[in-house]
């Protein structure tokens, strides 16, 4: 498979999971784990694979944790390119699923950067002669609409792949012909409220199991974009600290309350600073920009620094083998990939805490509520 295996120490276990190592050891034995076992001087000890650290973690799944009522919907989007949108996906997809959740990935961007960056290849046609798990063959599209000549549409059981396995992060994979799910919107009445309802209509049935979905948007200002908006209970926004973002904050901000306007319920939105560098002239003038474009209602997150070591989604275009795609965060916790582990954990508590905040506190829970006014109310 092209996603790279790693081998974990025990003391790689301990930060991934974010128990100690008593914990650790306990939920070894329970869930029965036997480790691999390599030479180490005159003896042997023992590494754990990374779908066994997953399943580690699933056993922590609900453990303390609010339980929400139908899934947790966060869409990461801004309409700008190259912000950090996918890469930001994947590592909140990862470490989430670390925290305990059940995670499920959409890409919906026909562009397909988040199903690259989980191993697949959305380029590839099928070769008789060669098998290869790693095609993609549906996209969220089959779950909405039936294809051409059918009558209904693919469950998702049909559609979702788990690229790390059974515990792993469940990916609904994207690529060119999700292209098609505009057209598709754009003659469908209550086309907003669209995606929304269908995960509203599948809470019990085939997202059952689903804690959270993370949405990763393409940058386009689309009918697509806008499902997806509206459909979140949560609206992250990568904001790019080394470049200039101005106008687009501005635009998205207009656009959320051009929706408000028309009676849509819309996000709340948590801004992400990423690319940190200390010392970069422009950040300042982009907080500023954010601020201006969305007040003080929206909380700013940790930042995630800059750093070579996340993936490049189109890694296999530029001569790099697919073996080196795994999300830093599935990485082990080495010296010297502290820090953006540190970072993506504070973003994701942040975001979760956001989310308990909003959601799972007073007597409206908000979750099952569509009313517009009522979410307003429980913010
Ligand atoms: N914090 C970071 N430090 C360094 N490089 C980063 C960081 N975040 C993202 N990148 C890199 O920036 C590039 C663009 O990132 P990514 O594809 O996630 O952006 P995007 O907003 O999803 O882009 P698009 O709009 O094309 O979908 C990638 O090569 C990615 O590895
Ligand atoms: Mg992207």
């Given at each position: 498979?092209?996603?790279?295996t790693?081998?974990?120490?025990?003391?790689?276990?301990?930060?991934?999971?974010?128990?100690?190592?008593?914990?650790?050891?306990?939920?070894?034995?329970?869930?029965?784990?036997?480790?691999?076992?390599?030479?180490?001087?005159?003896?042997?000890?023992?590494?754990?694979?990374?779908?066994?650290?997953?399943q580690?973690a699933?056993?922590?799944?609900h453990?303390?944790k609010?339980?929400?009522k139908?899934?947790?919907?966060?869409?990461?989007?801004?309409?700008?390119?190259?912000?950090?949108?996918?890469?930001?996906?994947?590592?909140?997809?990862?470490?989430?699923?670390?925290?305990?959740?059940?995670v499920?990935?959409?890409?919906?961007?026909?562009?397909?950067?988040?199903?690259?960056?989980?191993?697949f290849?959305?380029?590839?046609?099928?070769?008789?002669?060669?098998?290869?798990?790693?095609?993609?063959?549906?996209?969220?599209l089959?779950?909405?609409?039936?294809?051409?000549?059918?009558?209904t549409?693919?469950?998702?059981?049909e559609?979702?792949?788990?690229?790390?396995?059974?515990?792993?992060?469940?990916?609904v994979?994207?690529?060119?012909?999700?292209?098609?799910?505009g057209?598709?919107?754009?003659?469908?009445?209550?086309?907003?409220?669209?995606?929304?309802?269908?995960?509203?209509?599948?809470?019990?049935?085939?997202?059952?199991?689903?804690?959270?979905?993370?949405?990763?948007?393409?940058?386009?200002t689309?009918?697509?974009?806008?499902?997806?908006?509206?459909?979140?209970?949560?609206?992250?926004?990568?904001?790019?600290?080394?470049?200039?973002?101005?106008?687009?904050?501005?635009?998205l901000?207009?656009?959320?309350?051009?929706?408000?306007?028309?009676?849509?319920?819309?996000?709340?939105?948590?801004?992400?600073?990423?690319?940190?560098?200390?010392?970069?002239?422009?950040?300042?003038r982009?907080?500023?920009?954010?601020q201006?474009?969305?007040?003080?209602?929206?909380?700013?997150a940790?930042?995630?620094?800059?750093?070579?070591?996340?993936?490049?989604?189109?890694?296999?275009?530029?001569?790099?083998?697919?073996?080196e795609?795994?999300?830093?965060?599935?990485?082990?916790?080495?010296?010297?990939?502290?820090?953006?582990?540190?970072?993506?954990?504070?973003?994701?508590?942040?975001?979760m805490?956001?989310?308990?905040?909003?959601?799972?506190?007073?007597?409206?829970?908000?979750?099952?509520?569509?009313?517009?006014?009522?979410?307003?109310?429980?913010?």
């Amino acid at each position: 498979m092209p996603i790279k295996t790693n081998k974990y120490r025990l003391a790689d276990i301990v930060p991934m999971l974010d128990v100690s190592e008593a914990t650790v050891r306990r939920m070894i034995e329970e869930q029965g784990i036997v480790p691999d076992r390599v030479p180490a001087g005159s003896t042997t000890r023992p590494v754990y694979s990374l779908e066994q650290i997953l399943q580690l973690a699933k056993s922590k799944r609900h453990r303390g944790k609010v339980k929400f009522k139908r899934p947790l919907v966060i869409a990461v989007y801004v309409p700008k390119g190259g912000v950090g949108k996918s890469t930001l996906s994947n590592e909140f997809t990862a470490e989430l699923t670390l925290q305990g959740y059940n995670v499920m990935a959409i890409d919906l961007d026909d562009q397909a950067s988040l199903t690259v960056m989980n191993g697949f290849q959305p380029d590839e046609v099928a070769d008789a002669g060669k098998p290869n798990q790693w095609l993609v063959k549906h996209t969220l599209l089959n779950a909405l609409y039936p294809a051409n000549g059918e009558k209904t549409t693919l469950p998702l059981s049909e559609i979702i792949v788990k690229p790390y396995g059974e515990h792993g992060p469940k990916l609904v994979p994207a690529d060119i012909t999700l292209g098609e799910l505009g057209y598709r919107l754009a003659i469908q009445p209550n086309r907003e409220q669209f995606l929304r309802n269908w995960i509203s209509a599948h809470a019990d049935s085939d997202l059952k199991d689903i804690d959270i979905i993370l949405i990763d948007n393409a940058p386009s200002t689309s009918v697509v974009s806008r499902a997806s908006i509206v459909a979140a209970d949560l609206l992250l926004i990568p904001v790019r600290l080394d470049a200039l973002t101005v106008k687009s904050l501005s635009f998205l901000a207009n656009e959320l309350t051009g929706l408000s306007e028309s009676q849509l319920p819309i996000p709340q939105v948590v801004a992400v600073p990423n690319f940190f560098k200390a010392n970069n002239s422009r950040s300042a003038r982009v907080m500023s920009a954010l601020q201006r474009s969305f007040g003080d209602d929206v909380p700013i997150a940790p930042h995630v620094g800059e750093s070579e070591r996340f993936p490049r989604s189109l890694m296999h275009d530029i001569g790099h083998e697919l073996e080196e795609v795994l999300p830093v965060t599935f990485e082990g916790w080495t010296r010297a990939l502290e820090r953006q582990h540190e970072e993506i954990r504070n973003v994701c508590k942040f975001v979760m805490n956001i989310a308990e905040e909003t959601f799972a506190r007073g007597e409206t829970p908000g979750l099952f509520d569509d009313a517009p006014e009522s979410r307003r109310a429980t913010n």
